[in-house]
């Protein structure tokens, strides 16, 4: 069983569309990340988040404590946002943390 | 600017050999971990450390040896025992500024092959 899930696995979307990634997850935390992993490199961070809402830019990042679940949204898609993007969360209960096996995207100009 | 620093990109190892990755980081961050990274899996830990000469092990320690001698460095090494050794590994660090912030950032990664 997996601590961290996410949908959709894949995700293929137009230039300019609006695009959401879930990420549910299961362990109680301290902290959640959204990564973004492009193809042969590292990955980098996105967001932290422990409550609410931010935005970076056409990304946005919610977080809802009580249902365990976050989304990540980007306004206005672009092919330089074909990437692997990855959630990650802190446990509470100790120093580890879990990542989701990543959401696939696909940005068609 | 700080970072991580991951060296060789890409490592080729002979049957019954062992290979070391090395991470470095300038961040002054505690906890620093290692990553094994599959195609269709999440990441998964295979040590961690959160202090200089302290380490624990992961999820999938077996065949894998690290030291933390310095607060900058975190040396893997995939001994012989590691049957299946082909995959990205990852190396992290971390560190809390608050209750409910933390910065957490990864190197670029390093591929390892099986000749």
């Known amino acids: 069983k997996n601590e961290v899930e996410q949908s959709p696995q894949n995700l293929t979307a137009q230039e300019g569309e609006f695009i959401t990634i879930n990420c549910s997850y299961s362990?109680?935390?301290?902290?959640l990340h959204w990564l973004q992993q492009h193809p042969g490199g590292g990955i980098v961070s996105l967001f932290m988040?422990?409550?609410g809402k931010k935005k970076h830019g056409r990304l946005i990042a919610t977080i809802n404590i009580q249902e365990k679940h976050s989304s990540l949204h980007i306004t206005a898609s672009h092919p330089r946002d074909s990437a692997v993007y990855i959630c990650?969360?802190?446990?509470?209960?100790?120093?580890?943390?879990?990542f989701g096996t990543g959401t696939s995207l696909t940005v068609i100009p | 600017d700080g970072g991580i620093t991951q060296s060789p990109k890409y490592l080729f190892r002979k049957e019954g050999q062992n290979v070391t990755l090395s991470c470095e980081q300038n961040?002054?961050?505690?906890?620093m971990y290692w990553y094994r990274q599959d195609p269709g899996q999440g990441l998964r830990l295979i040590y961690y450390?959160?202090?200089?000469?302290?380490?624990q092990k992961g999820d999938i320690a077996e065949g894998y040896s690290v030291s933390r001698e310095k607060k900058e460095s975190f040396p893997l090494t995939v001994t012989s025992a590691q049957k299946n050794p082909t995959a990205f590994y990852l190396c992290?660090?971390?560190?809390?500024?608050?209750?409910?912030?933390?910065?957490?950032?990864f190197g670029s990664g390093t591929q390892l092959s099986v000749l």
């Open positions: 992290a660090s971390s560190i809390r500024t608050g209750t409910y912030n933390e910065k957490l950032l």
């Open positions: 961040l002054n961050h505690d906890a």
């Open positions: 362990v109680g935390i301290s902290a």
């Open positions: 988040l422990s409550s």
């Open positions: 450390s959160q202090i200089v000469n302290d380490f």
């Open positions: 990650a969360v802190r446990s509470n209960t100790g120093n580890q943390f879990y």
